[in-house]
């Protein structure tokens, strides 16, 4: 073994390398196929999950095409093997959206995938869109537990493999979450029944069948969520090993829970997995999960499969048409600007928040300006155009938040007001003032939603992305409520909302007002005390001058405009700027804003 490396490819390598790192998993019993298979017999599966239409090879991803090519390198010598996906794959980038998810199925039918199983996101083009998506895959698309309400199934249940005379049970289960992490009407009519009694009836179905069962699920392993797959784990030991998705976890040498072996691979093909099935005399023996990695993939210097590549290059060029077609009109500038977004309210800002509140039904909407990444000139507008502004993916999320939260959010997002922040609120459903006179944290006031007075106690819908809905941008007040809802993503959202509206005119209409230095009411001075009158000064002393009077303020009020200064008010008004300033009570005689009051003296 001393040579290998001499003869096989650095893909075949880097494959070979997880095993050797994993450790043995213990000694299995097969499930009771009879079919009398001699000797032993390796199968591998390589797996996927929650890759979210991440087609491309990134800095960070390792892409479809190097990871066929990986794959297909390795079967060369390795030829028992099959690729299976745990869900989130049809949906989530503009590759993907654009052409509901077709896109998505055409790259995994060149890449040669075995089965995968139904993610709540695959979903997002409503449940029929899915069923169509299953019919043109080249591989089963699976979910044992989703049934319609007279209990009829959508999806294929479960499928059988044979590997070189081994046969393989390989049945879906989708998360129960899926009711409320998608849109409601993309699953309306579907109910999705608990998956550990549904993995026990399929096992007890495949039992005496299969040489293993292998439940590729997308339940995750948070435990936030009750349906999990190391529930099922727990509840149905017969299954050998669990290929899953949803939780985002990455697992780099599985994890064991009874004699079930649960293996994940983390989010967006940053790595892909690996389980090999050892097999004597027909009986699962050993079981060994892995990881290949990003480095591992940059490392190996096979070049991307040839095929997934073109299929990848001839959607993109397909979509330049797709990106072109007009979803609405505006009749202004739609501000998308770094220096306004990430400072201030935009009317950009103010529209998308309000789709989302039009999609989800929130009670405030909540977005980070850092988040739009371009303007939108007046005129017709483009799906193009909508992507280039929100080019991200992100998912419209909504939590139940209590309303001190929400304040706290705000008070966050304006910490670093007037510099800009990535995280700073654009904003729908709410209204507040922003003083930037107060010290951080205490900045915000006046908070309305919808109008009333926000109650700090009580619990709003609040609707935000998924970034910030994980805590990002520094969001950590709303990482630890519940999911209530899973939507579209932010682009799909502000396309549904043009197409909805038709032309649409924006403004900037104080939903952050920010006071000005002129907006703090000074209190009245207290009355001056009682002294007794003065003593009639030495007639020496009356022809002395009196001191001057402090300048009268009868001189009447003056409007700043935009251009203003305080040297060019003084000038017209027969004053100085030094007079002005200590007049209006101004800290600082360089900062004055339009439509500020400054008092003038008295003339004379």
Request: aromatic fraction near 6%.
């Amino acid at each position: 073994m001393k040579g290998w490396k001499k003869w096989m490819s650095p893909a075949l390598a880097a494959l070979m390398l997880v095993s050797a790192a994993a450790p043995a998993a213990a000694a299995e019993t097969s499930v009771g196929n009879t079919g009398g298979k001699k000797g032993t017999t390796k199968v591998t599966l390589f797996h996927t999950n929650d890759t979210h239409s991440r087609v491309d090879e990134s800095k960070e991803g390792i892409g479809f095409a190097k990871m066929a090519a990986m794959i297909k390198e390795y079967a060369k010598t390795n030829p028992n093997s099959l690729i299976l996906d745990a869900g989130d794959t049809f949906h989530g980038q503009t590759v993907a959206n654009l052409v509901r998810g077709e896109s998505i199925v055409n790259i995994m039918n060149a890449v040669g995938y075995s089965a995968m199983a139904a993610g709540n996101h695959d979903f997002n083009y409503g449940y029929e869109r899915l069923k169509e998506l299953a019919g043109k895959a080249k591989f089963p698309v699976l979910s044992a537990n989703t049934k319609k309400a007279d209990g009829t199934r959508i999806l294929e249940p479960y499928v059988i493999k044979e590997v070189d005379g081994i046969k393989l049970g390989i049945f879906g289960l989708t998360t129960p979450e899926t009711a409320y992490k998608t849109h409601p009407n993309n699953v309306a009519g579907l109910t999705f029944t608990d998956p550990a009694v549904e993995a026990k009836a399929i096992v007890g179905e495949l039992k005496g069948k299969v040489d293993a069962i292998i439940a590729v699920t997308h339940l995750g392993v948070d435990k936030s969520s009750i349906d999990t797959s190391i529930k099922v784990a727990e509840q149905v030991p017969d299954i050998d090993v669990i290929i899953d998705g949803h939780s985002h976890t990455k697992l780099d040498t599985g994890m064991k829970v009874g004699n079930v072996l649960i293996a994940q691979t983390g989010e967006y093909l940053k790595q892909f997995g690996r389980v090999d099935l050892t097999f004597e005399n027909g009986k699962l023996k050993d079981k060994v999960s892995g990881l290949i990695t990003k480095k591992a993939a940059d490392d190996d210097k096979t070049p991307g499969d040839a095929a997934v590549l073109d299929i990848i290059n001839s959607v993109k060029k397909e979509q330049e048409k797709v990106l072109q077609q007009k979803v609405g009109a505006t009749s202004v500038k739609l501000v998308g600007d770094r220096e306004v977004v990430r400072k201030g309210e935009s009317n950009l800002g103010n529209l998308i928040a309000d789709a989302m509140i039009d999609e989800t039904g929130a009670d405030v909407a909540i977005t980070n300006g850092g988040g739009i990444r371009d303007s939108i000139a007046a005129g017709p507008i483009t799906k193009g155009q909508v992507i280039t502004v929100l080019p991200f993916g992100n998912y419209i999320q909504t939590k139940k938040v209590k309303g001190s939260d929400i304040v706290a959010a705000l008070e966050h997002g304006v910490s670093a007001y007037p510099e800009p922040l990535g995280g700073f609120p654009q904003v729908g459903g709410v209204t507040f003032e922003l003083d930037p006179a107060q010290p951080k944290g205490k900045r915000v006031s006046a908070v309305k939603v919808k109008g009333q007075p926000i109650d700090p106690n009580k619990t709003y819908l609040l609707a935000t992305n998924d970034f910030m809905a994980a805590g990002g941008d520094d969001y950590k007040m709303f990482k630890d409520y519940p999911l209530a809802g899973d939507y579209s993503s932010l682009e799909e959202s502000l396309i549904k909302y043009f197409q909805k509206k038709g032309e649409v005119n924006p403004q900037v209409e104080s939903r952050i007002a920010v006071k000005k230095a002129s907006d703090t009411v000074t209190p009245p001075a207290p009355p001056a005390p009682t002294v007794p009158a003065p003593t009639p000064a030495p007639a020496s002393e009356a022809a002395k001058p009196a001191p001057a009077a402090p300048a009268a303020t009868d001189g009447g009020v003056y409007i700043v405009k935009s251009g203003d200064t305080l040297s060019k008010i003084g000038r017209k008004h027969n004053t100085t700027w030094q007079k002005l300033q200590e007049l209006n009570q101004l800290s600082n005689p360089d900062l004055i804003f339009p439509g500020q009051k400054i008092k003038l003296p008295a003339a004379g």
